[in-house]
C-alpha cells in the first residue's frame, strides 16, 4: 500500500535530548513538509523539501532541523534548543508537479512529549 | 497580516443544516485552495480542492472560490454529527513554489 509512515506514533523526551521522527513515503512524491500543531489551532510549517539534497525553513524553524538524503526519506530532529517542544508533528508529501491538484497527502502523525 | 485566516469558531449547527466556513488569504499567486478535515487527535484527510472561480460540487460539500476577493469557503448541506471536525483550508501557488502554509481551522460542531 502506498502512503507516508510515521515513527514512533508516541515518542516521549527527557528535557535537554534530542530526538528524531521519522517520516518515509513510497508514493514518489517530490515535496515533503513538516508541521507542528498544538490543541486547538491549526498546523504550522517547520521545514519543507521539494527535492532531494534541498530544503527549506518555514515559519517556526528554530529548534528543528531535518534532511534529505534520500527521496522517500524526510526525518526531523527536535533539538534541545526547541524551548516548548511538546506538540503533535505531522508529515506531508504531495506530488511535483505545475498543475493545480497538488494534495498534500499526510502521515499519521507523532505525539511528541516532554517529561 | 496572516498568509490564510480562518474564523477559528466554534461553529455549531443542527443536523440538517447548512454550515459555512470561510477563508481568506493573502497570496494572490495562489492557484488552488484545498479543504481538509481533521478529526481530533487525527491526521488531516482531504476533502475538496478548488482551482476555477466559482462553484464546485462534490456531494453534500460545495466550494466556492473568488479570486479577486481573495475569499474560498467550504458549504456543508445536510450536516451529520459525523461532520463535526476542524476544517483546514490551504491555499497553494503549487508544488513548485514548495511552501503549503494553513489556516488555524474553524471547529465545527453539529448537535443532534
Known amino acids: 500500500d502506498g502512503g507516508i509512515t510515521q515513527s514512533p506514533k508516541y515518542l516521549f523526551r527527557k528535557e535537554g535530548q534530542n530526538v528524531t521522527l521519522s517520516c518515509e513515503q513510497n508514493?514518489?512524491?517530490?515535496?515533503m513538509y513538516w508541521y507542528r500543531q498544538d490543541p486547538g489551532q491549526g498546523l504550522r510549517l517547520i521545514y519543507y523539501?521539494?527535492?532531494?539534497?534541498?530544503?527549506q525553513k518555514g515559519d517556526i524553524a528554530e529548534g528543528y532541523s531535518v534532511s534529505r538524503e534520500k527521496k522517500e526519506s524526510f526525518p526531523l530532529t527536535v533539538t534541545s534548543a526547541q524551548k516548548n517542544p511538546t506538540a503533535f508533528y505531522l508529515c506531508?508529501?504531495?506530488?511535483?508537479?505545475?498543475?493545480?491538484?497538488?494534495?498534500?497527502?499526510f502521515g499519521q502523525g507523532t505525539r511528541l512529549t516532554v517529561v | 497580516q496572516k498568509e490564510v485566516e480562518q474564523n477559528s469558531g466554534p461553529l455549531s449547527v443542527p443536523e440538517g443544516a447548512i454550515a459555512s466556513l470561510n477563508c481568506t488569504y493573502s497570496d494572490r499567486g495562489s492557484q488552488s485552495f484545498f479543504w481538509y478535515r481533521q478529526y481530533s487527535g487525527k491526521s488531516p484527510e482531504l476533502i475538496m480542492f478548488?482551482?476555477?472561480?466559482g462553484d464546485k460540487e462534490d456531494g453534500r460539500f460545495t466550494a466556492q472560490l473568488n479570486k479577486a476577493s481573495q475569499y474560498v469557503s467550504l458549504l456543508i448541506r445536510d450536516s451529520q454529527p459525523s461532520d463535526s471536525a476542524t476544517y483546514l483550508c490551504?491555499?497553494?501557488?503549487?508544488?513548485?513554489?514548495?511552501?503549503?502554509?494553513f489556516g488555524q481551522g474553524t471547529i465545527l460542531t453539529v448537535h443532534p
Open positions: 508514493l514518489n512524491h517530490d515535496a
Open positions: 523539501s521539494q527535492i532531494v539534497n534541498d530544503f
Open positions: 490551504a491555499p497553494s501557488r503549487g508544488t513548485s513554489y514548495g511552501k503549503l502554509t
Open positions: 478548488i482551482y476555477s472561480n
Open positions: 506531508a508529501s504531495s506530488i511535483g508537479y505545475r498543475g493545480p491538484n497538488t494534495e498534500a497527502f
